[in-house]
């Protein structure tokens, strides 16, 4: 006799685990080819109330459990090759188990990330979903955070501070005139696989932006052993958070301390910089220069078009 579980899985996701290798997750693990590459594997898991809200559709919650862990395979420079997936459920919402795989199912064909296998288990709350993603680089090819070197260039691609201001508009605590275009970049990120090539090729270290620009810099420049000063009139910002700043509703800060963007931040010798912006344009991908790696060990600093320090009160989001 087949349990609930066996019957949610056979319903909503075995139809989406199409590679060979998953077995029709009518097995207790799945088989990962590889010849010649490094395996690089990542984790991130979504809850309610933390990584989305609860009336969040169930089809943007699957793309942003799998888009978070895409990020992070761009970053390292790597393709997606596949994907286990956790999910606690509060309640059995046939409705919406249907929307979830759907949207899961949606990005899977997208990105050409196939469902590998996973768990489903019951918890009184909140609803987590948990990703762990597999990708491939060629054989050493990794991008890390460390190396950075002094007189690099720091490039991010994309716009930061949308999601943290669409956020904030749905939690009411900020009124844009064009909301939209906020909100869905807070429920949907935007994974910049199209650049995981030219990561690799040009980049001498590379993260996802995930917990804020300022904080994230922070990091990389931490393990690299450097520091970094950032110009903050190029800073990538879009229409809206623009024009929230210069009606002085939010600060820079909000922009760069807010978290998930979800934004390749890299760092590469001038010399890479031409090739690697043109790649990013070939992808379709927007990507600017916003500061050098300096030597030191003092936290990243932000200066306006003077040259004048602007100070920080808070650098990332923090769970703890």
Not at 51 to 79: M, Q
Not at 164 to 177: I, N
Not at 202 to 210: L, P, Y
Not at 267 to 294: D, H, K, L, N, Y
Request: hydrophobic share 45%; glycine share 10%.
């Amino acid at each position: 006799m087949s349990s609930g579980e066996d019957t949610l899985i056979s319903r909503y996701f075995a139809p989406l685990a199409t590679d060979p290798g998953a077995f029709g997750l009518r097995d207790d693990a799945a088989v990962l080819k590889a010849a010649g590459e490094d395996i690089v594997v990542n984790t991130d898991a979504i809850v309610e109330g933390v990584h989305f809200l609860p009336d969040d559709p169930p089809d943007t919650i699957a793309r942003k459990a799998l888009r978070t862990n895409l990020s992070d395979l761009a970053a390292k420079g790597a393709e997606p090759a596949g994907f286990v997936l956790t999910l606690a459920l509060t309640a059995h919402d046939e409705a919406w188990l249907a929307e979830f795989a759907r949207g899961l199912g949606e990005d899977i064909a997208t990105y050409g990330c196939p469902l590998l296998g996973g768990d489903t288990v019951s918890t009184p709350g909140p609803l987590m979903v948990s990703v762990t993603a597999f990708g491939r680089v060629p054989e050493g090819r990794i991008v890390r955070r460390a190396g950075a070197q002094v007189g690099d260039r720091i490039v991010v691609t994309g716009a930061i501070g949308d999601a943290a201001l669409g956020l904030a508009v749905l939690q009411q605590r900020l009124t844009a005139s064009n909301e939209e275009p906020l909100i869905e970049r807070y429920r949907v990120p935007q994974p910049r696989n199209a650049l995981a090539r030219a990561v690799r090729d040009h980049a001498t270290a590379s993260m996802d932006v995930s917990d804020g620009l300022a904080g994230d810099l922070a990091k990389l420049c931490k393990v690299s052993g450097v520091s970094a000063v950032i110009e903050a009139a190029t800073l990538p910002f879009s229409a809206p958070a623009s024009a929230l700043l210069d009606a002085g509703a939010i600060t820079i800060e909000t922009l760069v301390a807010g978290g998930d963007d979800y934004e390749i931040l890299c760092t590469m010798p001038e010399a890479r910089v031409a090739s690697f912006m043109a790649e990013a344009e070939e992808a379709g991908v927007a990507a600017v220069v916003i500061g050098s790696i300096v030597t030191g060990d003092a936290p990243p600093r932000f200066v306006d078009a003077a040259g004048k320090a602007i100070e920080l009160k808070r650098h990332s989001y923090s769970h703890f």
